[in-house]
């Protein structure tokens, strides 16, 4: 089974930059598309970018759009979401989810398998 593992979240201030890592063993990412989601407090789980299997097209939501940034490295079997200028209102848990579909989705059903999760806090 496809584990996955979350790493790279932590408290950072308004305008700044984390960059969260996705790590698998066992199996090979390129192989699945990638969903990164994210859940506030009393909110679900949204949808928030993805990169599509096999070198295929990335996807973000228009509240990230510009600001965050994601990116396999084959070679170390890893998906990156880069985020820079956060704001407090990305605070949330981060999760990364993998789908075998061949195209991105921001549904939460398409993807069978997720990390634990990693809290990000934007706060001064």
């Known amino acids: 089974q496809l584990q996955l593992v979350e790493s790279g979240g932590g408290l950072v201030q308004p305008g700044g930059s984390l960059r969260l890592s996705c790590a698998a063993s066992?199996?090979?990412?390129?192989?699945?598309?990638i969903g990164w989601f994210r859940q506030a407090p009393g909110k679900e789980r949204e949808g928030i970018s993805c990169?599509?299997?096999?070198?295929?097209?990335?996807n973000y939501v228009d509240s990230v759009k510009g600001r965050f940034t994601v990116s396999r490295d084959n070679a170390k079997n890893t998906v990156y979401l880069q985020m820079n200028s956060l704001k407090p209102e990305d605070t949330a848990v981060y999760y990364c989810?993998?789908?075998?579909?061949?195209?991105?989705?921001?549904?939460?059903?398409?993807?069978?398998?997720w990390g634990q999760g990693t809290q990000v806090t934007v706060s001064s």
């Open positions: 989810a993998a789908s075998t579909n061949h195209y991105c989705s921001g549904h939460v059903s398409v993807y069978a398998y």
């Open positions: 066992r199996f090979t990412l390129d192989y699945f598309t």
């Open positions: 990169i599509s299997k096999s070198g295929g097209p990335t």
